[in-house]
């Protein structure tokens, strides 16, 4: 068997296009685009592709993206204070801050980061309001990459009530709202991470398996039910060959990228999975692309929600 594809890029390209009419009629009635702030601190290299692409994704949708950048040197209180001018302007309905924050801010920065944002404008949807309101089931906004996932799961045609659903990792960002969007589509879930004992034999259970855990290529065929639908969030870039040789097969042409670019991008799922699993996301072009989609929804969603439309 080789799995179905489950395509982010396409459907990621689908809900762009869904928001496209709805983005261009707020700013019809308000006389300006939904805006989304965006404040990048530091200079780590995967954070600013991860940036750059949400900035020209909202550009493309027809939101106002700002890009505002601060030196690694940077003091919390003077983010802290960037945060507030966000909160307080009337252009900007989202504000995103990008993680990771640098390590000389302190433990708990991101955490008092986070708290600091309005929570009607917490399109990442990390905010502790919005998480309570995601545990109740109620109305919020919902972190980009887990909503994204039901998405590429929904529009998949991949069925989840009843369906017994594995979610490694436990992140407050990925693992735990992915958990809690999948129960409250009547999912049975269990939730499993480091301490997990026999983690291969408790995903094997899964019809629905996702991997969050940031260990490349570690969900191998063992941890897969054969026909699950498999959706790998992880994303590690590799550079040694011993290591690309050791995952790819010869003639895959994840070698001929290495061969390219010395560098190959892939995620917590081996590449054998797909000789077992139903479905299964591809890394890059899976969750990704639905990640920065959902990002833009959210920050349509918030900017209807504040009124500034009507
Ligand atoms: P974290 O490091 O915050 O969390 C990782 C989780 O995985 C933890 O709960 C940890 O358990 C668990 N874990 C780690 N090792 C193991 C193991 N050997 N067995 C079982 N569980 C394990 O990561 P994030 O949730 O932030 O991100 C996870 C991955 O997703 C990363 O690769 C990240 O780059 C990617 N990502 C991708 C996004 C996208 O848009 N596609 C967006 C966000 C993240 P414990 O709690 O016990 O430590």
Redesign the pocket.
Known sequence: MTAKRLDGTAVAAQIRAELKPAVDAFAAKAGRPPGLGIILVGDDA?SQI?VSSKAKSAGETGLRADLVRLPASTSLEDLLREVDRLNRSDVHDGILVQ?PLPAAMGAGAARRVFDAIDPAKDVDGFHPLNVGRLVQNRDSLVA??PS?VIELLERSNVPIAGASAVV????????KPMAMLLLHRNATVTI?????KD?PRVCAQADILV??????A?VTREFVKPGAAVID????RLTDRAEVERIFAPGSPARATFDKRGSVVL??VHPEVAKVAGALSP?PG???P???AMLLKNTLRAAEARGAGR
């Open positions: 995967a991860y993680a980009c990459t994204g490694v990792g436990r992140s407050d960002i990925v693992g499993c991470h480091s301490r997990t983690l991997a969050a855990l940031g260990k490349a570690f969030v992880g994303i590690a995620g917590d890394v899976g969750v990704g639905l990640t920065i």
